[in-house]
Nanobody, 124 residues
């Protein structure tokens, strides 16, 4: 399966963006889809994840309240709604899949099928 993330852009602090992750080649069914971000000079960090068949979700503690992960089964798409964006949210955001159990959803190393990321830039 090939993933493509889109929806990034340039926003001012306090603004919102919605990112999309689309799979081509097969359905997301049976997978957990995660969103990640990596800022220059920093390690990749997990933002959120969702079980495509079922809807269970995981959020990194620092993302709770401002970010919402969701899915559209008919469109085979996973979204990341990001509100009240701050400059420290600036990063390349990527999506990937895993079949790992919930206890490992927080770990980027457990994911594969990494798609090309989308750049989010938040100005102060």
């Amino acid at each position: 399966v090939q993933l493509q993330a889109s929806g990034g852009g340039f926003v001012q602090a306090g603004g919102s963006l919605r990112l999309s992750c689309v799979a081509s080649g097969r359905s997301f069914a049976g997978y957990v889809v995660g969103w990640f971000r990596q800022a220059p000079g920093k390690e990749r960090e997990t933002v959120a994840a969702i079980r495509f068949s079922g809807g269970n979700t995981y959020y990194a503690d620092s993302m709770k309240g401002r970010f919402t992960i969701s899915k559209d089964t008919a469109k085979n798409t996973v979204y990341l709604q990001m509100n009240n964006l701050q400059p420290e949210d600036s990063a390349v955001y990527s999506c990937a899949t895993t079949r790992a159990p919930y206890s490992l959803w927080h770990s980027p190393e457990r994911y594969d099928n990494w798609g090309q990321g989308t750049l989010v830039t938040v100005s102060s």
